[in-house]
């Protein structure tokens, strides 16, 4: 594999991966703080809006893909599904079951996996999640055949992340805010500007809506949508496993 993104640099695949794995060790503990204070608490209705779109229920096993701290997980169970939450961070899963110990959440799964090689077998899920974390995956399109792989025949696959919104002045608003104000809310909350930069030069350095929506048509998905929100600031992809 030819070089890949970490932010706005291009290195080695191997060195992305140890490189995010740091990132998100370091942002762990102040992670959803953060996430409350860059998106001003909207990252909460786009949450609600990604677990309705899902509809999950009872009966249904669902792996939460990056589901380090429970935000989609927590959801879901509530919906009466069985969770399988994944995330190749060790530290962020401990994150996330101490919250699901002190908010008395029972019944979910934890298990450290690399999205790019997950250790379960075929068509073992109902439905993949993926909020905020494919676009920090080395190799995205192992990891979407991966999503392809373990899911069941009529499965969906179902993404939440940052894109490029459409609507004009608000992508340059928003910019300004990202390079320059996120990192210094960074420095002052989490002790560590240089991991929320990089997060703000993934979200540049992802794919918008149609190319993404391209990759999961490649990996083997049918019926594939994406539906913007803030004129495409955020995206839900879906798309079915027949």
């Given at each position: 594999m030819s070089k890949v993104s970490f932010g706005h640099?291009?290195?080695?695949?191997?060195?992305?991966?140890?490189?995010?794995?740091?990132?998100?060790?370091?942002?762990?503990?102040?992670?959803?703080?953060?996430?409350?204070?860059?998106?001003?608490?909207?990252h909460r209705l786009w949450k609600d809006d990604f677990v309705r779109r899902v509809k999950p229920r009872a009966g249904q096993a669902i792996l939460d893909m990056a589901g380090g701290t429970g935000d989609i997980a927590f959801r879901m169970a509530a919906r009466g599904a069985a969770v399988t939450?994944?995330?190749?961070?060790?530290?962020?899963?401990?994150?996330?079951?101490?919250?699901?110990?002190?908010?008395?959440?029972?019944?979910?799964?934890?298990?450290?996996?690399?999205?790019?090689?997950?250790?379960?077998?075929?068509?073992?899920?109902?439905?993949?999640?993926?909020?905020?974390?494919?676009?920090?995956?080395t190799n995205i399109p192992a990891a979407l055949a991966e999503a392809h792989r373990v899911l069941k025949r009529g499965g969906r696959f179902f993404c939440l992340e940052f894109s490029t919104t459409t609507w004009p002045g608000f992508s340059e608003l928003y910019r300004t805010y990202s390079r320059k104000i996120v990192p210094k809310i960074g420095e002052a909350v989490a002790k560590d500007a240089d991991s929320y930069r990089y997060l703000i030069e993934s979200i540049e350095r992802f794919p918008d809506m149609q190319a993404f929506a391209a990759m999961i048509r490649a990996a083997g998905f049918t019926q594939v949508k994406a539906e913007p929100i803030l004129g495409g600031l955020v995206a839900i992809h879906s798309g079915w496993k027949i």
């Open positions: 640099e291009d290195v080695e695949p191997a060195e992305k991966t140890a490189r995010v794995h740091g990132v998100f060790s370091s942002v762990a503990s102040s992670y959803d703080v953060m996430n409350d204070l860059m998106s001003g608490g909207m939450v994944a995330d190749i961070n060790a530290d962020m899963l401990d994150v996330g079951q101490e919250r699901a110990r002190k908010r008395g959440i029972e019944g979910l799964a934890w298990a450290v996996e690399n999205a790019e090689v997950l250790s379960f077998g075929d068509r073992a899920f109902d439905a993949y999640t993926i909020a905020f974390g494919i676009r920090n995956v």
